[in-house]
């Protein structure tokens, strides 16, 4: 029996519209939108991820793979990796502007460490309580 095709023909429309929606005010709005910027910096991200950034994850899986086995390291590498790659600009302070100090008013590099430690934490205590349990289990 096949699957209900649906869903699959709902969602191309209505992203179909969302993105009809976009172009049209990307188009309406090109003096302040700069269409010709919007593609260069479209076409450019697409040719980075499909170049750079899908090889690299791709090697570094297989690399998790081999050298860390475990399903908790594994998982707190790709929160970590995750983290820090949303992290970085506000991290680094892209955009800051001291005549408005709105624009990133925290210490985000500060906040991205505490959250890979809570995620490396977490990552420990989940190993070490599948080591207990696996203990109590062959004992």
Request: glycine share 10%; no cysteine.
């Amino acid at each position: 029996m096949s699957e209900p095709r649906w869903p699959v023909i709902t969602g191309v429309l209505v992203g179909a519209v969302f993105a009809a929606v976009g172009v049209a005010s990307l188009l309406g709005e090109s003096h302040d939108t700069h269409p010709a910027v919007v593609v260069r910096w479209v076409v450019g991200l697409a040719i980075v991820h499909d170049l750079v950034l899908v090889p690299v994850v791709l090697l570094v899986g297989v690399a998790v793979r081999r050298w860390a086995p475990r399903a908790w390291l594994a998982g707190a590498l790709l929160v970590s990796g995750a983290v820090s790659l949303v992290a970085w600009p506000l991290a680094r302070g892209y955009g800051r502007q001291s005549s408005n100090p709105s624009l990133l008013p925290r210490n985000y590099a500060h906040g991205l460490l505490v959250v890979l430690g809570v995620t490396w934490l977490g990552a420990v205590v989940v190993a070490l309580m599948l080591r207990w349990t696996t203990k109590e289990d062959a004992g």
